[in-house]
């Protein structure tokens, strides 16, 4: 599997929601695709966890068709600097087909935050920040939330 890393510049040299617009455009550059409708839904969560610095050491993780994508934020110091910087265009749609998206959050948010995004997408969900990410895990527990079990049939003996 391929990975595919960006790492955006944050605060102080731009606010959260100016990071937030160039990984939206990173992410969802047709601008009138349903992905970037729903990346615009979430922003003000995204935003929230973009200034709470998750992202400098845990990556939001987008998968589905193509690349993985791993997009960390670069704050303070590496921030002002910029020479971690990459913010170019991805060579593909990460958000074309099937995709979802996992944001670092710190664990006294996580409730706060999954039940927020639980009601502006189905694609788009939150782990602890703190957690080892393993993107296959990633994607199997976020594909695993839309799975439905035959309750009857697992329980016959």
């Known amino acids: 599997m ?7 510049t ?8 100016e990071a937030w617009e160039i990984i939206i455009d990173l992410l969802a550059p047709d601008s009138n695709s349903l992905a970037r409708e729903e990346l615009l839904a979430i922003s003000g969560i ?10 400098k050491e845990s990556p939001i993780l987008v998968h589905g068709s193509g690349p993985r994508v791993r997009i960390y934020c670069l704050y303070d110091e590496d921030a002002v600097v910029g020479d971690d910087a990459k913010e170019d ?10 995709w979802f998206m996992s944001l670092p959050c710190q664990v006294a ?13 189905n694609r788009v969900t939150a782990r602890d920040m703190d957690t080892d990410v393993d993107i296959e895990k990633a994607e199997s ?17």
């Open 141 to 157: 527990f976020t594909t695993s939330r839309f799975a439905i079990v035959d309750k009857e049939a697992f329980l016959r003996p």
């Open 109 to 121: 948010d996580l409730v706060w935050v999954r039940e927020a995004l639980n009601k502006l997408s």
């Open 89 to 98: 265009a991805l060579s593909f749609n990460a958000t074309e087909g099937d």
């Open 46 to 55: 995204a935003c929230s966890l973009i200034s709470d610095e998750t992202m």
């Open 2 to 8: 391929t990975v595919i890393a960006r790492r955006i």
């Open 10 to 17: 944050a605060t102080p040299v731009r606010l959260a929601t």
